[in-house]
């Protein structure tokens, strides 16, 4: 197969963790004989350094054109004073309203060679961490009106019908692949929208008798996934509960550095970025963790592209480095050997096997 794929490297440590995932790339397409053509788009701070814009309509189009896209980070402080509609997160945020990526899907599952680096207590872990997060990506308070009026600031939170149900669907789907068990996350005890996201997904569930719905406020979810994450299968959540659970999702993991994700919407190209950020302090230095980035091409391969083996090569690439024992610095741990950036990525084709 051929298959056109728009690459954002971005800020920071982006163009590093993206070229190791090129080279996966480049390798599975050898073994499977695909051939996969890059088109760099720029966004983010560099795009703000260079066109004085963090995501162009000319740069946006080459996404939308795409079969799908691979992003790396974006941002860092050398742009923090910059005007907010002109900030490198705007670039990432009309990117993902341009695609029409309503549907964010963010594991926390933690790697069986990697259960020492969570923060929680041993009996927690073992109990298993292994949820998603559907985290509604183009609606909500991100994207309602944005206004500061002398010494105040007004930003809107609002969601209709159609825009709840397109995600509770995605919920839905997502858990009657898995353990069907759906927790809809909200605040209906306040917000107006969480009351009207609650009656949808209620709604919803009678379409889908075979998935267990249960209903819980947001601040009470911040304190289950830290008491007792194995309660969790499937998580759907509204743009901004959703971006804050899933660090903390990830962190229970013990390794944000590995965790990819994807954005869907109505078409099957999509968005695959890790969920880490552009980490400025360590960029170029050849010591960044690729594993997000790779497993999110890998991501990328099976919701996008249909290569269910191919995407299952790389994730069993990737656990046997973890078995061998190589670390980068950021889960490094007593007895495991240090490896850097790209050699995190050369260690990993070396593992990838084709049919
Ligand atoms: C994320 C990030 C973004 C978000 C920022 C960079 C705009 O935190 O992808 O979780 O808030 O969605
Ligand atoms: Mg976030």
Redesign the pocket.
């Known amino acids: 197969m051929t298959k056109n794929i728009a690459v954002i490297r971005g800020d920071g440590i982006g163009p590093e963790i993206v070229n190791e995932a090129l080279k996966v790339l480049d390798r599975v397409a050898e073994l499977y004989g695909h051939t996969f053509n890059y088109t760099d788009v720029d966004m983010g701070g560099c795009a703000i350094d260079k066109y004085g814009d963090p995501l162009t309509e000319a740069e946006l189009k080459k996404c939308v054109e795409s079969d799908s896209v691979l992003l790396g980070a ?2 860092g402080d050398k742009w923090n004073d910059v005007p907010g509609y002109m900030r490198p ?1 705007k670039g ?2 009309r990117l993902r309203a341009g695609m029409g990526v309503y549907s964010n899907n963010r594991p926390a599952k933690i790697w069986k060679q990697l259960a020492d680096a969570s923060p929680l207590k041993k009996a927690i872990v073992e109990k298993g961490i292994d949820f998603i997060i559907v985290r509604e ?1 183009i609606g909500g308070i ?1 994207f309602g009106e944005h206004k500061t009026e002398g010494n105040t600031a007004t930003d809107v939170l609002k969601y209709s019908e159609s825009e709840i149900e397109r995600i509770g669907r995605i919920g839905f789907e997502t858990a009657r692949k898995r353990k069907k068990k759906l927790c809809s996350v909200e605040k209906s005890n306040v917000l107006d929208s969480s009351r009207l996201w609650k009656r949808v997904m209620h709604r919803l569930a009678e379409e889908y008798p075979d998935v267990e719905l249960s209903d819980m406020l947001v601040d009470n979810c911040a304190m289950q996934i830290v008491k007792n994450p194995a309660q969790f299968d499937v998580v759907v959540t509204e ?1 901004m509960f959703g ?1 804050i659970l ?2 903390e999702a990830s962190m229970i993991t013990g390794s944000i550095g590995m965790i990819p994700s994807s954005s869907l919407g109505a078409t099957s190209c999509g968005l695959y ?1 890790p ?1 880490h ?1 552009s980490a400025p302090d360590i960029a170029g230095k050849d010591i960044a963790n690729p594993i997000g980035t790779i497993l999110s091409a890998a991501m990328m391969l099976r919701f996008s592209f249909d290569m269910e083996k191919e995407a299952d090569a790389i994730e069993k690439a990737v656990s046997d480095y973890l078995d061998k024992g190589y670390r980068t610095a950021d889960i490094m741990s007593e007895g495991m050997t240090l490896v850097g950036c790209k050699q995190c990525g050369e260690l990993i084709i070396e593992n990838l096997k084709g049919e």
Request: proline share 0%; charged share 30%.
């Open positions: 974006v941002g997160e990432l945020l990506l991100y743009n971006d899933s660090d970025e969920i950020g």
